[in-house]
C-alpha cells in the first residue's frame, strides 16, 4: 500500500491504460498488443506529452486555423501530419520501454487518487485556470471574427468549454474535500 502511495505522489500520470504493478511501479498497458511497459521516472514526462498526442493535435489544428488563418484542408493536412509523427514517435518511445506480456490488471491509476495528494494552493490554481479557459473560450465565440461564421468552431468552443467548467468543478470539490479534512 505504502509503494501505491509514494508512486501516486510522484507520478501525475493517469488514465484507462495506466495501472499500477504489485511493487508500486506506473505501467502503460497496451490493449491491443497485449503488451504492458513500465514507464520510469525520469520518462514520466515524455510520456505525458506523447499520451496527449489526439489533444495535441486538435490544438495544432485550431491555431493553424484560427491564429495563423490558414486555409482549413492545408490546417487539416498539417494536422494529420503532425498526427502521423506523434504517433510514430509514441510507438518508438514505446519500444524503449521495459516490457511485458503477463500482466494482471489490478489497480488502475485514477486521477482523483493523485490530485488529492495535491496542495490546496495547485488545487485552487487549477481551479482558477480551467474556469478562465471556459469563459475565454465562450467568450470568443462572440468576439472573435474566425469563428463567428464557423458553426463548427463554435460547437468545439462550447464543448471545450462545458470539458472545462466540469474540471474546474472537479478541482473545487477537491478543494472543498481537503480544507474539511484539516
Not at 56 to 65: G, K, R, T
Not at 88 to 117: A, G, N, S, V, W
Not at 124 to 151: D, H, P
Amino acid at each position: 500500500m505504502n509503494n501505491k502511495k509514494a508512486s501516486a505522489k510522484n507520478t501525475m500520470i493517469a488514465g484507462n491504460n495506466i495501472y499500477q504493478d504489485k511493487f508500486g511501479n506506473t505501467i502503460y498497458f497496451d490493449k491491443k498488443n497485449n503488451l504492458a511497459y513500465k514507464i520510469s521516472q525520469d520518462k514520466v514526462n515524455t510520456f505525458q506529452t506523447l499520451q496527449m498526442r489526439y489533444i495535441l493535435c486538435l490544438i495544432a489544428f485550431i491555431l493553424f486555423y484560427i491564429l495563423f488563418k490558414l486555409n482549413i484542408w492545408l490546417s487539416i493536412g498539417i494536422t494529420i501530419v503532425i498526427g502521423i509523427f506523434l504517433e510514430y514517435r509514441f510507438r518508438k518511445f514505446l519500444k524503449q520501454l521495459p516490457k511485458t506480456t503477463k500482466f494482471e490488471k489490478k489497480d488502475r491509476m485514477k486521477p482523483i487518487d493523485q490530485m488529492i495528494e495535491s496542495s490546496i494552493q495547485d488545487l485552487i490554481l487549477r481551479f482558477v485556470l480551467y474556469g478562465m479557459l471556459g469563459i475565454l473560450l465562450i467568450v470568443n465565440t462572440f468576439i472573435s471574427e474566425n469563428v463567428k461564421g464557423q458553426n463548427g468552431l463554435v460547437v468545439i468552443s462550447y464543448v471545450v468549454a462545458v470539458f472545462a467548467f466540469y474540471m474546474a468543478y472537479k478541482y473545487l470539490i477537491l478543494v472543498i474535500r481537503k480544507k474539511k479534512n484539516k
